[in-house]
């Protein structure tokens, strides 16, 4: 049986002790859940539009979910969402016709620019600057509603159904719901 006992002699200075090198390891792309596919009407769970119900367009290179409102209908612009925080539904609507391969995580990515406040602006008290829509995110919202609101209206009441606010009150039971 062996004891580790505390040396009686301490290095006047601390010594360095050399750190291990980091190796990063590529991950595996994302697996979809099996009941996401494209055209599958989704139900945002938490954030700014929680509880609005959207139609999921393709899945992006970080994992993230392309989803699209039509922002027309419920104000729910195209929109990156992890899939943790979304209820897959039975409703499905065909969205072959819905070009969105030019979309990706770059697509979103904020301009390097927005971080020149310095602290003059912040001491200053003005009001917060409203956030700007680029010109080109404005015609890739209306190419991709477009196409979805064509496909929806063909749709008795889907556009009543995507409207609508999914709430849950005290006496719902969401684990015996069938969404």
């Known amino acids: 049986m062996t004891t580790d006992k505390s040396p009686r002699y301490y290095p006047a200075e601390d010594v360095k002790v050399p750190h291990k090198k980091h190796v990063v390891v590529k991950q595996n792309p994302t697996k979809l859940r099996q009941s996401i596919a494209p055209g599958t009407i989704l139900i945002i769970l938490a954030g700014r539009f929680r509880g609005k119900r959207v139609v999921f367009l393709k899945q992006l290179a970080s994992g993230l979910l392309l989803v699209s409102g039509p922002y027309k209908i419920n104000g729910v612009p195209l929109r990156r969402v992890n899939q943790a925080y979304v209820i ?15 979309i990706d995580d770059a697509y979103f990515a904020r301009s390097k620019d927005e971080k020149k ?4 602006e912040f001491f200053a008290g003005d009001a917060p600057k409203p956030a700007v829509v680029s010109d080109k995110r404005k015609a890739d919202q209306k190419k991709v509603d477009a196409v979805l609101l064509k496909t929806i209206g063909a749709i008795d009441m889907l556009e009543g159904y995507l409207a609508a606010q999914f709430s849950l009150t005290v006496k719902d039971k969401p684990h015996l719901m069938k969404f």
């Open 88 to 102: 897959a539904t039975s409703t499905k609507i065909d969205v072959a016709g819905v070009d969105v391969k030019s």
């Open 117 to 120: 406040d310095d602290e003059e």
